[in-house]
C-alpha cells in the first residue's frame, strides 16, 4: 500500500514538472518573446508584469490531463448519461481507430447542449480511443469543477481574442505544441451553442490555427452531428431569445441542473460523419471553404429525431390536431427524409409511440385523442424544428412553387429552383447540385406530396405539405427582405443591413402562427449576403454594402411568391422607418 502511495505520489510530481517544463518552454520561444515586447512596448508595461501575464494565460490556458482522473469520471458519467437518455445511439466511431494510426484526429462537433462535452468524452473513452484535449470557454472554468474539466482534458480559452496579439500568439503556440505530441484536438466549430436549433456559421479563428500548425501526421477534420429528443439547455435558450438576461455560468448553476436527472429526456445520437483529409501541403488560406466541408457533412450526418419530425409538422397544424392525422404525416415525413439521405434512428419508433412519449416528456400535450401545443411548447419546438430545416427547405420550395406559381411546370419549377439553389445553399450550408430539382421532384411525385394534371405540378393538400410549404415562405421572406432593404438604402453597412433585415422580419413574425427564433439571429444572414456577392449581385466598398446590379427581377420573383400581405406590411414598415 505504501509502496502503490509513493509511486502515485512520484507519478504526479512527474507530470507537474513535466507540465511546468511545457509552459517554461512557450514562454522562451523567440516568437512569444516577440510579441511580449510587442505588448510591453504598446501598453507602457513593464516587460517582466506582461511577461507575468503570460505566465498566467498559460496556466489557465493548458490542460492537466489525467487518464486516472478520465477512469475514475467513467462510471458516473456513465450513469449521468444513461439516465438521462435511455436510447443512446452512437454511430461512426468504428472506424476512427485504424484512422488515428495514420492521421491527426481533430474533432469538430455541432454544439448542442453542455451535454456534448460529457456525450463525445464518453463515446470515445467507450471505444477505447484517446481523449482529445477539448477547447472550452473560460466561462466553464468554475471553482472546483473547472480543475476537474482540466485533468479530463479542458483547454479553457476566451470566446473572442484575435484581437489580442499576445492571446493569441500564446494560444497558437499551445495548438502547436499539443499537435507535434500527436494529441488529438476537439473544438465545437460554431464557437458557441446554437440557440435556435439551426447551424451557426463556423467560427474560423481555432481551425485556422490547427490548419496552418506544423503537424508529424497529416490532419483529418471529423465532423460530429449531435441531436436529442430533449435538449437541457433549450428552455434557458428560449429565455434568451425572448429578451431576457442571459444567466451566467457558476457552481451553483451546475449543482442546480443536477434536478434533470429526473426527467425523462428520450434518446441521445451522435454521429461522426464523412472526414474531411487535409493534405501536409493543402492551402492554408483555404480555411473558410474547408470549414463549410465540414459544415455540410455535418448537416449530412443529422440523425432525425422523434422530437425534430414531429416539430418541423406542428407549423401546418390548427389548434385542435386529431392525432391519426399527425400519425399519417410522420409517416410520410419519415419516407420524405429517407429518400432524401437523411438517417432516422435505428431504433425507431411507430409514430403514434413518438406521440405519446412527446406528450410524457411535456413536450405536448394529448386530449381526447387531439394534440396540444400550448405558447412555451411551441417556443420549445421550434428548436428542435430548425434541426431538420436544411434537410426539408429544398421539398419546401417545391411545394410552395408549385402552389403558387400560376403556371406550374416541370421546366420552370425545375429553372427556379435551379435559381434559388444557391441562396438557400448558402444559408443553410448544402451542396449545390444541379440535378437535386430533378431528383427531388421524381421524389414528390413518388410519395403523393406532389401530382401532375396537364404538364404542371400541383401539390396535394396535407399536413405535411402545409409544413413544408410554409417552412420554404418563411425562409424565402428573410431573403427577400434582405434583398428588398439593399434596393431601398444603398451603401448600407453589412451590419446595418442585418439589424434592419433582422427587426423587420421580427415585425412580420407575428403573421405566423408559431416562433421563428431564426428571425432574431443576424449571424445566420451573413453567409447569404456572402452569397450575393460571389454572385456579383453585391459590391462592397469601404464594408458598405450597394447592389452590384438591378435586383428588381430577384423582387419580381419574391412578390410572386409571397404574401401581399406581408409585403405591403414590409413596404409600409420601411416607409416608417
Known sequence: MLTTLRNFSASAHARREQERRLIAELLADPRLRQAIDATAAKSGEPRLNVERQAHQHLERITARYRHSVVKMLDPLFSLVLKRLYRRMEISGLDRLKSLNQEYQLIYLPAHRSHIDYMLISWALFQQGLPLPR??????????????LLKRGGAVFLRRSFLDDPLYTCLVRLYLEQLLSNEHSFEVFIEGQRSRTGRLLPPR????????????????????????YDLCLDNRTYQHELA????????????????SVLFKRCGGAYLKVGEPVFIAENSDSNATLDTARQVMRRINQATIATEAARIASLLPGAKQN??????????????????????????????????????????????????????????????????NLTHALVLPGLMILLAARLPKPGRSTITRLMRALQPYLAAEFTLEVDKDEP???????????LLREDKQQLHPHTNLLTRALFQLAETVLLRQYLLVRIITQQPQVKELQLCEITTALARHLQSWYEHPLPEYADQRQLRPL?????????????????????????????????????????????????
Open 134 to 147: 477539448i477547447a472550452a470557454g473560460e466561462n466553464l472554468n468554475l471553482p472546483l469543477v473547472g480543475a
Open 204 to 227: 474560423l479563428g481555432l481551425l485556422s490555427m490547427l490548419l496552418e500548425s506544423k503537424t508529424p501526421r497529416p490532419l483529418a477534420l471529423l465532423p460530429i452531428s449531435i441531436n
Open 243 to 258: 429578451g431576457r438576461p442571459k444567466r451566467s455560468e457558476s457552481l451553483w448553476g451546475v449543482i442546480s441542473s443536477a
Open 321 to 386: 390536431l386529431p392525432q391519426a392525422e399527425l400519425e399519417q404525416a410522420v409517416a410520410d415525413l419519415s419516407r420524405l427524409l429517407q429518400q432524401q439521405g437523411t438517417d432516422l434512428p435505428r431504433r425507431d419508433r411507430a409514430p403514434g409511440a413518438m406521440i405519446t412519449a412527446m406528450s410524457r416528456r411535456g413536450q405536448l400535450s394529448l386530449s381526447a385523442g387531439n394534440v396540444l401545443v400550448c405558447e412555451q411548447q411551441s417556443a420549445e419546438l421550434s428548436y428542435y424544428r430548425n
Open 438 to 448: 430533378v431528383r427531388l421532384r421524381q421524389t414528390l411525385l413518388q410519395l403523393g
Open 529 to 577: 449576403i456572402e452569397c450575393l456577392e460571389q454572385q456579383q449581385l453585391l459590391n462592397r466598398n469601404d464594408q458598405r454594402l450597394s447592389a452590384a446590379r438591378d435586383l428588381t427581377p430577384i423582387l419580381r420573383v419574391g412578390r410572386k411568391l409571397l404574401p401581399d400581405v406581408l409585403i405591403q406590411e414590409s413596404e409600409r414598415w420601411l416607409a416608417q422607418h
